[in-house]
């Protein structure tokens, strides 16, 4: 007599029913239908898909959030600007019919100076330790007090400068000039010597770079000295080469009321969307200082004040008026940038959630169904578990008998 066993089938249906019960707990913890590939392999790969478009969503959610404050702390300080010129325009006016009076004129020259040291406040205003004015330099104020004179700390008895004395290849000088507003930055190449520089120098000053004036000569220490021959005309330098050392403003040789640009013109841009991305910030000298230059003109505004006539000071006015528009006119598109990611935020945000309900599609499981499916299968199982307790025991001999 042949006997066939019923083991390995009751093995197969415990197995089955297990994997069952676990299947259905796993969906009721989690709350997901979809916890593997094999569970189900086209809403896994569509998954993948929608995961990869969440976290690009995220990304550019965070890029805003970085650069949304940064941006309303410089708006909020250009609005502070545009308050002040406008507040120099009307003691400009009030200045050019003040009928010659020289008391009146000093006073309202002084009340200028306070415009003037508002607007550079502003304009050095920072965020979190950033300066938001200094292009892509944004570890220190970008407008400094400017000098007539600065001079190199090397040029010891023992070692002084001289004309044909190397440069350090690589090593960058740069000269801001208060007056023209604008930059001159010299990198030194293999073989320039301190010659090299000074040709700069008068170069930049041809172009209308540098003022007037401003030249490089070997002082009677055996310093570079870098200067204007103006007591008027302000400028900074910098330089970081060894074999000048650092520049440093001559004592008593400060302009007043004369500041430099020492950031520079890079503008920050960041990705806010797939093919979106944003300028984050205007330049100090883009935004004072290139075309009509706002600081300059309050320097002029104030001169005529102290010692001009009322023409003078009319016309002086006008140039404060000038830049007064050419500041609000950048403003413009700042603030549509500004506009533009507050309203890419909330596209973003409803992108995201529109992304979480269509996962929650995906792979999300139907919890009342869960549950169901859930209680089935303990039945299930514990039906598989009595019927193998009572076939499992049986033996051959039981056949037997």
């Known amino acids: 007599m042949r006997v066939t066993s019923m ?21 009721v913890s989690t709350g997901l239908r979809v916890n593997s590939l094999s569970d189900d392999p086209a809403a896994s790969a569509n998954m993948v898909t929608s995961l990869a478009s969440s976290a690009s969503v995220d990304q550019y959610t965070s890029n805003v959030s970085s650069v949304l404050p940064q941006m309303q702390t410089a708006d909020s300080a250009i609005s502070s600007i545009v308050t002040s010129l406008n507040s120099a325009v009307t ?36 965020y979190q330790g950033v300066y938001v004015f200094g292009g892509t330099a944004t570890t220190t104020a970008p407008f400094v007090a400017a000098s007539t004179t600065y001079t190199s700390s090397q040029g010891s008895a023992a070692s002084p400068l001289a004309s044909n004395t190397a440069l350090t290849a690589g090593s960058v000088t740069t000269i801001s000039d208060a007056t023209t507003g604008k930059t001159m930055t010299f990198k030194a190449a293999a073989g320039d010597t301190i010659s090299t520089l000074q040709g700069a120098i008068s170069s930049a000053v041809t172009a209308g770079t540098l003022s007037a004036g401003t030249a490089a000569t070997i002082n009677t220490d055996g310093q570079l000295s870098i200067g204007t021959n103006s007591s008027t005309t302000g400028i900074v330098v910098k330089s970081d080469d060894e074999a000048l050392g650092s520049m440093t403003a001559v004592a008593n040789t400060k302009v007043a009321n004369a500041y430099a640009y020492v950031g520079n013109s890079s503008v920050n841009s960041v990705q806010v969307g797939d093919s979106l991305s944003v300028a984050t910030n205007i330049s100090g000298s883009q935004l004072l200082t290139s075309g009509t230059n706002a600081i300059a003109s309050l320097t002029g505004l104030i001169t005529a004040l102290q010692s001009g006539t009322s023409t003078d000071i009319g016309t002086a006015t006008a140039a404060v008026s000038a830049a007064l528009n050419a500041v609000g006119q950048q403003r413009i598109p700042f603030d549509n940038t500004i506009s533009q990611l507050n309203s890419q935020e909330s596209y973003l945000s409803q992108d995201k959630l529109t992304l979480t309900t269509a996962q929650t599609s995906l792979v999300g499981a139907d919890l009342a169904d869960a549950a169901t499916n859930l209680s089935n299968a303990e039945i299930d199982n514990s039906a598989v578990l009595a019927a193998a307790a009572k076939a499992m025991p049986e033996t051959l001999l039981s056949y037997l008998q």
């Open 7 to 27: 083991i390995p089938d009751m093995q197969y249906d415990m197995q089955q029913s297990q994997q069952n019960l676990a299947t259905a707990e796993q969906q």
């Open 91 to 126: 003691l400009g006016v009030s200045g050019a019919s003040s009928n010659g009076v020289t008391a009146t004129k000093q006073s309202i020259a002084t009340q200028v100076q306070s415009v003037l040291s508002s607007v550079i406040s502003e304009a050095n205003t920072s």
